[in-house]
């Protein structure tokens, strides 16, 4: 059955950044119909977000968790099971979209056979906090991401999954938040026992799917036109001019590049921005 879930613009706006759960509610098909006439005046659009990560790191559970406001049991190993598509239409910021969340056995398929199966808008890879080695297994499935240039063009989110084990864990969030600038991804830990970040989760993928659309569709900027004035067609002034320009040009390439990577530390973890 597919699930409405409603975010409140204002609360998003004044919790980027903050731990906690949206005030969204979930309601049943047969008020989405309702909702949707009343709440959205456009067609609802899809879009396919392929889960990825080993096996046991709750992949299910987290797609089961979006579908319910009710808290799951955090070790219900039934959950596993429940593999294939299930959707979530979400209504942010007035405008409603359907999440179809692909699940299948990692062990069934590939990064690369996922994204010629399947085009998803996004990847979600999830690694357990408790478990090293999901998280080797996170790591080379970005590897994939990143061979296959996905990682520009899609929505890619890191997941560090059962936060809420914490004697028991082994990998720490630096360690998840220095993989993820790595690859220029996001980041986010979430726990489906206590439902940490979930509904964070659930919004930080429509959001960020809808960036990366608008980014694709921004026309690309010309050429500067410093770039222009110190071309070959153009007139050359005077050599030591010409010296002093490049090594200026060069304290900013190198501040920028500082800058760009302050940067990325910074934003990885907020799912509201490219």
């Known amino acids: 059955m597919v699930k409405l879930i409603v975010f409140s ?29 009343r709440e959205s005046s456009t067609t609802t659009v899809p879009y396919k977000v392929v889960m990825l990560g080993s096996a046991g790191v709750g992949k299910s559970s987290l797609i089961s968790q979006f579908m319910t406001s009710e808290y799951l049991h955090a070790y219900d190993t039934s959950l596993d099971e429940e ?41 979600i890879i999830v690694y357990s906090v408790v478990d090293r080695s999901s998280f080797q297994i996170a790591e080379e499935t970005l590897q994939s991401l990143w061979k296959t240039d996905s990682i ?14 914490v004697r028991s864990r082994t990998i720490t969030s630096d360690e998840g938040k220095n993989m993820a600038r790595s690859y220029d991804c996001k980041f986010i830990e979430t726990s489906v026992g ?37 071309g070959k067609d153009s007139d050359s002034p005077k050599k030591w001019r010409k010296s002093r320009l490049t090594a200026s040009l060069k304290v900013k390439g190198f501040l920028g590049r500082v800058w760009v990577r302050d940067s990325r530390s910074k934003s990885c973890e907020n799912l509201h921005v490219l």
């Open 194 to 230: 206590i439902n940490h970040n979930v509904d964070e989760l659930l919004v930080g993928i429509l959001t960020q799917i809808r960036l990366k659309i608008q980014q694709a569709t921004k026309p690309k900027r010309n050429k500067s036109p410093l770039g222009r004035c110190i």
């Open 152 to 165: 520009g063009s899609k929505a890619v989110i890191l997941v560090g999954n059962k936060t809420d084990l």
């Open 9 to 37: 613009t204002e609360h998003l706006a004044s919790n980027v950044g903050t731990v906690g759960s949206y005030p969204g509610s979930v309601r049943t098909s047969a008020e989405c119909s309702l909702a949707s006439s």
């Open 83 to 123: 593999f294939g598509e299930k959707s979530v239409s979400v209504l942010l910021d007035e405008e409603e979209s359907e999440l179809i969340f692909v699940d299948h056995p990692s062990a069934e398929m590939s990064p690369e056979n996922c994204i010629t199966t399947y085009q998803p808008q996004a990847y």
